[in-house]
Structure formats: structure tokens, C-alpha cells
């Protein structure tokens, strides 16, 4: 699958400050639901001069390694966390510094616990979103009540999927306190960076400390992520309804199989 092509967008001026990094850490490959290819996402991470990404396909976390693969062998400025976009019961939920996938359509208190289980960070994408699976203010509010820790929730992400809910997610988070997260679910090139996290450092480990501190910021308000042909859109759709699932369906099928043979061993 070819990425979708139009003219370069201009590329945001608004810069990292000196001592601040900038991370889009909601981003899709083709090996997902995307349309972007891992040689094309690092090369516009690094031209949109973002200093971290996180690659957080649905499910799986194959892309990510491709992407951290091909970082490595071209020694990009651009740094990576492996993350992944859980398919949980209640709604999707991110899932930063893992190594593994948690298992998929299971309840969301379970994917939680199997982010954490493996250190990770737990971010809310898309909060209260009609158009794709999202966390409903209730569900969140019933998840912190009862303890479940929430690191993070996107109060700034540009796709369609959340652009008329931002006002509601911003008010319920004066309440909630989570850490500000401003990200692109990019899932065609031209929207890598369209939103952003700035926070203090520049390394993973910064944006590890900084979301745990509450110390980030969303960014990418001042300027409007680039329009596609409609048809772009459609086909995306079509491509996360009727190939990327049963491709899911593989991989958990011979993980299964990987899991079984491990445990006869």
C-alpha cells in the first residue's frame, strides 16, 4: 500500500525551545490501520523536526519495531518508545513503553493492568469520541474511583475522531488532573506532528518523568493539520474495515501458537 500523496504541507514553525522537546506519540504504520510507511514516517518525524515518536498500532507492536529498526540503521536525530492502541471492551486506550501488546477485547481494567504489568504508561486517546471506540467521561470517572491509574489523556488530537469533544475533555480534566497530551493519530503522513507534547528534556526517560509529573503540554492548536482528498479517507476506512483485521486475526493466531509451544517447552 502507497502512502497518500499531495503537496508538502509546510512544515510548523513552532519549533522546540531550547531544553524542551517536542513528542507525537499516537501514530499508525501501514502494518496497522495506517497509511503511512515506516521509511516514510521517520523520514517526515525528522523533517517536521519532532524529537520523539511513538508508534502505537492497534494491537500489535510490529510497526514499532520496523520503525525503531530503520531509526537505528540511518542514526535519525529522531528518538522512539514502543507503544501500542489497546482494542479494549470499553473503548481504545494507549499504551506507552511496552514491549509486547496486551491482549485484545478484554475489559479495560484488564488492559490497564497489563500495560502496567510491563512498566508502562497509560494514555486515554481520543477521550469521549463518538466516531471510534473512546472512554467514556463515566467510564473514566469510574476507573479512578476505583483506583485504576490513568497517566495521561489526549486533550489535543486533531483528527475527526475527536475534534468536536475538546472543549468537554479539557473541562472534565480540570477534575480528572491527568497529564495534558496533545498527539496526531496520524494515520497518513501528512499529519505526523500535526499535534504534539511538549515537555522538558529531550530523551524517553524526560517524557517518562514529565507525564508522571504532570509537566507536559499539548501543542499543535496554531496551526491546522493539512486537508486530503475525501476519497483519502475513504480508503483508509475501507483498509482498517476489510484488510487490517484479518491481519490482526493472524498475528494473534500465531502468537497463540508461540505462547502454546513456549509453554510445552
Not at 495506517?34 to 515518536?53: E, Y
Not at 505526523?192 to 508522571?212: E, H, K, Q, S, V
Request: with cysteine; net charge positive; aromatic share 6%.
Amino acid at each position: 500500500m502507497h502512502d497518500q500523496r499531495s503537496s508538502e504541507p509546510g512544515v510548523d514553525s513552532t519549533l522546540p525551545a531550547p531544553g524542551f522537546g517536542r513528542a507525537d506519540i499516537h501514530l499508525h504504520t501501514n502494518l496497522g490501520d495506517g497509511w503511512i510507511s515506516p521509511a516514510r514516517l521517520v523520514q517526515t518525524a525528522a523533517l517536521r523536526q519532532l524529537t520523539l515518536i511513538a508508534v502505537t498500532d492497534h494491537d500489535h507492536v510490529e510497526g514499532a519495531r520496523r520503525v525503531e529498526e530503520l531509526l537505528a540503521e540511518q542514526d535519525s536525530p529522531v528518538r522512539m518508545i514502543t507503544g501500542v492502541e489497546v482494542s479494549t471492551r470499553h473503548g481504545h486506550l494507549l499504551g506507552l513503553f511496552v514491549t509486547k501488546a496486551p491482549k485484545p477485547l478484554r475489559p479495560v481494567q484488564e488492559s490497564i493492568d497489563a500495560i502496567k504489568e510491563q512498566g508502562g504508561l497509560v494514555v486515554v486517546p481520543h477521550p469521549l469520541g463518538n466516531l471510534v471506540p473512546s472512554l467514556s467521561r463515566r467510564r473514566i470517572d469510574a476507573l479512578l474511583s476505583a483506583g485504576y491509574e490513568i497517566d495521561g489523556i489526549e486533550v489535543y488530537n486533531p483528527s475527526p475522531a475527536n475534534s468536536t469533544r475538546r472543549a468537554a475533555v479539557r473541562s472534565a480534566n480540570e477534575e480528572w488532573g491527568l497529564a495534558e497530551i496533545g498527539a496526531s493519530d496520524a494515520h497518513f503522513w501528512q499529519h505526523i506532528g500535526a499535534a504534539y507534547t511538549r515537555f522538558p528534556g529531550t530523551t524517553p526517560n524526560d517524557l517518562r518523568r514529565a507525564i508522571l509529573d504532570r509537566r507536559v503540554r499539548a501543542g499543535g492548536q496554531e496551526q491546522p493539520p493539512a486537508r486530503l482528498n475525501p476519497a483519502a479517507y475513504v480508503a483508509q476506512c475501507a483498509w482498517s474495515w476489510f484488510v487490517d483485521p484479518p491481519r490482526r486475526m493472524v498475528r494473534r493466531r500465531r502468537e497463540s501458537r508461540a505462547e502454546r509451544r513456549a509453554a510445552e517447552s
